[in-house]
């Protein structure tokens, strides 16, 4: 199986900030790669697909790039709305993963 | 507007079986693969299976192969998570998701499935 590593686990930001969550895989995975923002509670929601795709609805702040093995999620300036754990998930397969998680907390 | 809805969540007890629906509005049900995603609690997420438009092909990781199968009823806009010799860890919030290209574009609002004695 592919595995997928987040880094950094835990972030703490300002409002107003530049964030950036990467994500790597243990393999290639070509552009195959979507990012899920989740709130206490709640389902996740789909950010990204295919590394930089941005999902209808979702604002311009967010934006993911890479390909192969690397990849980032980036929001250009936090807003109160972002604080939530992100995930990314490969497909590549059938048999995709998804990474641990990073948690966006208040600075 | 895409809704999915969870149902048949509840307590089991450790080796029972459970049945968890989702049905689905608001696009064209056969078109689309459908999945399934869990979260223990205070945990990250984890695919458990996937079915084909036509219902024709279905995919599983081996944590949960030959224990779970899932089918869908196109008919009904539904799709079904049939879960087996069910053990502690396999308590979680089941979600059922639409699945366009391998990633998921819309989740339901999470099933809880408590496995314990």
């Known amino acids: 199986d592919i595995q997928m590593t987040q880094s950094p686990s835990t972030l703490s930001a300002l409002v107003g900030d530049r964030v950036t969550i990467t994500c790597r895989a243990s393999?290639?995975?070509?552009?195959?790669l979507a990012w899920y923002q989740q709130k206490p509670g709640k389902a996740p929601k789909l950010l990204i697909y295919?590394?930089?795709s941005l999902q209808s609805g979702v604002p311009s702040r967010f934006s993911g790039s890479g390909s192969g093995t690397e990849f980032t999620l980036t929001i250009s300036s936090l807003q109160p709305d972002d604080f939530a754990t992100y995930y990314c998930?490969?497909?590549?397969?059938?048999?995709?993963?998804f990474g641990q998680g990073t948690k966006v907390e208040i600075k | 507007e895409v809704q999915l809805l969870e149902s048949g969540g509840g307590l089991v007890q450790p080796g029972g079986s459970l049945r968890l629906s989702c049905a689905a509005s608001?696009?064209?049900?056969?078109?689309?693969?459908m999945s399934w995603v869990r979260q223990a609690p205070g945990k990250g997420l984890e695919w458990v299976s996937t079915?084909?438009?036509?219902?024709?092909?279905?995919y599983y990781p081996d944590s949960v192969k030959g224990r779970f199968t899932i089918s869908r009823d196109n008919s009904k806009n539904t799709v079904y998570l049939h879960m087996n010799s069910l053990g502690a860890d396999d308590t979680a919030v089941y979600y059922c998701?639409?699945?366009?290209?391998?990633?998921?574009?819309?989740w339901g609002q999470g099933s809880l499935v408590t496995v314990s004695s």
């Open positions: 998701a639409q699945a366009p290209g391998g990633y998921y574009a819309y």
């Open positions: 608001g696009f064209t049900f056969s078109n689309y693969a």
């Open positions: 079915i084909i438009g036509t219902g024709d092909g279905t």
């Open positions: 393999q290639s995975i070509s552009s195959w």
């Open positions: 295919k590394a930089s």
């Open positions: 998930q490969q497909y590549n397969s059938y048999s995709n993963t």
